[in-house]
């Protein structure tokens, strides 16, 4: 009997480290479960035989009274944090004025919660929480249900390593599904749960939630004749821990920022969460060398994913006046860090959205970035609110020029119909000098405003005649002879811009960007578009009945008229200079995403493919032709092979270019 057990011990442990450290199962789950269902009936029928290490220590049943404090050996320290490029690069700047020859080991910081692990002559005697890194609890009892974890080593040692404790997305989700069945409250997220189950006084309900871990840190490496950090991980790898697939070695910073941005690419297709990258010296004497602060090493770093939903305080809602008259309300918030840039203020849109939304002033509000770029105030935490919050009011007059605001019909904005509001024209000025307009450089919002209003610049052809006033402008202050330079060469410049950067930069109602382009390869030069019919304008393709509208008004409106004769006169040019489409087959009509690290930016595929005809859009589905995987190409590309959608490589690229 006795030598049955121990071997179903060994059977059992076996299967541990094949599933969990191989990731190469030999048994199924079935077979597990027989096997250790009879090393329980013998450990009942014969309870003086059970060993510390029995695998059925994993289906819980103890329960303590209380968690007991632990003194860690080796106080378990916080790391520092970074939350964008600037920063990292700043990290590895200072690493650099220590070190000259050196790489890094980069980690996918698990969400979860840190525990140290003891083990003496390669048994597990004690699991232990970070607590506030110099004193834990003892969560042992707990510790010894989740599987990851070994009961004993494939050696013979004592030793203290260190990981975190994570719930998979899977095991979170099913929970969540039985504790809703139940009428209990839900968890937020995994850690969240995890953490809650590992501070279970009852072990049984730790064992049913299913947890995991991964083993990160070895405190005391050199007293096993360990030289590097990724060393340290194989080591605590060939003793039967779980340590992530996904870390890596990188040789330099230009890696470290690739494995970075794979990532945050790629997170969400790990079975688990992360929240971030964590940075290490490889080398454990350059670790030495750069030392620690009192709170955290300063040769390891966490880079923090950028949060894709915060909460902040919106301290009032202030109104502007845009090119087009429209008038803005906007959140001017408590400073908060979302997705790597500080946010204080944003768009509320109209009085519509801010009205369905129940925004006050004073409000607990969450933000998010919406498509990544633009923060937007999701929804009110009413929760939080005291009675003291303010309702919003939508003013009736323009804030900047008093007028009356009117409200258009079929439309949730208010607009000052002013012609001369100061605010409007400010605006519009602004938006010309823009990027994706006539890309003049060197005008920052305040410089324009500032020409504004000293009469330099009224219309946006006053740009054109901002050399007759060089010498009053270098003699504003912060302005000198290099810096009024660059702007006039800029303005030069920008009078060769291919026609939908005018049409863009005139500021249409309703034309954007991508419309601007469309009617520029459309009609070739301006006096073509002016004379373009509105059931003509109306029949383009992507371009529908309003735009078409707005596009015929405002050539029909001699102001505007009398704007761009002008800036015919200062010989801004008027005509399409971008490449007119091919007729290629393999691109004409198609629509095709780009994923992975390819050769070239990305841009330039993008410029190639609608050259010839074709549309480039960032999600894989139905609608997908043709999607261009580079390196690490991700989900896209398993999305596109689940939906036999055509997979392209920058070969397949290039030949489909020479047809």
Not at 28 to 50: A, F, H, M, V, W
Not at 189 to 201: C, F, I, K, Y
Not at 415 to 433: Q, R, S
Not at 467 to 488: A, C, P
Request: glycine share 6%.
């Amino acid at each position: 009997m006795e030598q049955r057990y121990n071997e179903l011990i060994e059977i059992l442990k076996k299967a541990n480290y094949e599933y969990y450290v191989l990731d190469n199962p030999t048994i199924t789950d079935q077979e597990y479960d027989k096997y250790l269902r009879e090393l329980i009936n013998i450990e009942e029928e014969n309870p003086s035989i059970k060993r510390a290490d029995s695998p059925s220590l994993r289906v819980g049943g103890e329960v303590i009274d209380s968690f007991k404090k632990i003194v860690h050996e080796k106080p378990m320290l916080s790391l520092s944090n970074v939350f964008n490029e600037d920063e990292i690069r700043g990290f590895d700047s200072r690493i650099n004025k220590e070190i000259k020859s050196y790489e890094y080991v980069c980690e996918p910081k698990i969400d979860g919660l840190s525990v140290s692990l003891l083990y003496e002559d390669g048994v597990l005697v004690r699991g232990a929480t970070r607590g506030d890194g110099v004193t834990g609890e003892d969560i042992t009892h707990n510790v010894k249900t989740i599987k990851s974890i070994p009961l004993t080593l494939n050696k013979n040692i004592s030793i203290e390593v260190r990981g975190e404790i994570y719930m998979s997305k899977d095991a979170f989700n099913k929970l969540n599904i039985t504790r809703e069945l139940n009428g209990e409250e839900l968890f937020a997220n995994p850690r969240n749960a995890a953490a809650g189950s590992v501070r279970q006084l009852d072990s049984k309900i730790a064992s049913s939630r299913n947890l995991d871990c991964f083993i990160y840190h070895l405190p005391n490496p050199e007293e096993y004749g360990i030289h590097t950090h990724y060393e340290a991980l194989e080591f605590m790898k060939g003793l039967g821990f779980v340590v992530n697939k996904n870390i890596k070695r990188v040789k330099n910073i230009k890696e470290m920022l690739e494995y970075i941005e794979y990532w945050t690419e790629h997170r969400r297709d790990l079975p688990y969460e992360i929240d971030g990258i964590v940075i290490k010296l490889n080398n454990l004497s350059d670790q030495e060398r750069v030392g620690f602060t009192t709170k955290y090493p300063k040769w390891a770093t966490a880079y923090k994913f950028p949060a894709t939903l915060a909460l902040t305080k919106l301290k009032d809602i202030v109104f502007s006046v845009g090119r087009t008259g429209q008038v803005t309300p906007n959140a001017i918030l408590e400073p908060v860090i979302l997705m790597g840039s500080t946010i204080s203020k944003t768009t509320l849109h109209n009085e519509d959205y801010v009205l369905e939304r129940d925004i006050k002033i004073g409000d607990t509000v969450a933000i998010k970035k919406a498509g990544d770029v633009i923060p937007e105030v999701v929804h009110v935490v009413t929760e939080r609110r005291t009675g003291e919050e303010k309702d919003f009011a939508m003013i009736l007059e323009c804030p900047i020029c008093g007028s009356t605001l009117v409200r258009k019909e079929n439309e949730a904005a208010y607009y000052c119909m002013n012609p001369l509001c100061d605010a409007k024209h400010i605006e519009g000025l602004i938006h010309y000098t823009s990027r994706d307009a006539m890309n003049i450089e060197g005008f920052g919002d305040r410089i324009i405003e500032d020409f504004y209003n000293m009469g330099y610049l009224k219309t946006i052809s006053d740009f054109y005649t901002l050399d007759t006033y060089k010498k009053e402008l270098m003699e504003l202050e912060g302005f000198g002879e290099k810096s009024i330079n660059n702007l006039l060469d800029s303005i030069a410049s920008s009078k060769k811009n291919s026609l939908e950067r005018v049409i863009f930069g005139l500021g249409i109602r309703q034309v954007g960007k991508k419309t601007a382009k469309i009617l520029a390869k459309e009609y070739k030069n301006i006096d073509n578009l002016i004379d373009a019919s509105l059931e003509d304008l109306t029949n383009i393709k992507d371009i529908g009945e309003i735009i078409a509208k707005s596009i015929y008004e405002y050539f029909r409106n001699g102001d505007n008229l009398k704007l761009i004769n002008e800036l015919k006169s200062f010989d801004v040019n008027m005509t399409y200079t971008g490449s007119d489409i091919k007729d290629n087959p393999n691109f004409s009509n198609k629509t095709f995403v780009i994923t992975g690290t390819l050769s070239k930016p990305r841009e330039e595929f993008v410029s190639i493919i609608e050259s010839l005809g074709g549309n480039v859009s960032t999600s894989v589905s139905k609608k997908t032709n043709v999607v261009l995987v580079g390196l690490n190409a991700g989900s896209k590309e398993q999305k596109a092979r689940e939906l036999n959608i055509e997979i392209w490589n920058e070969k397949d690229f290039e030949n489909a270019l020479n047809v």
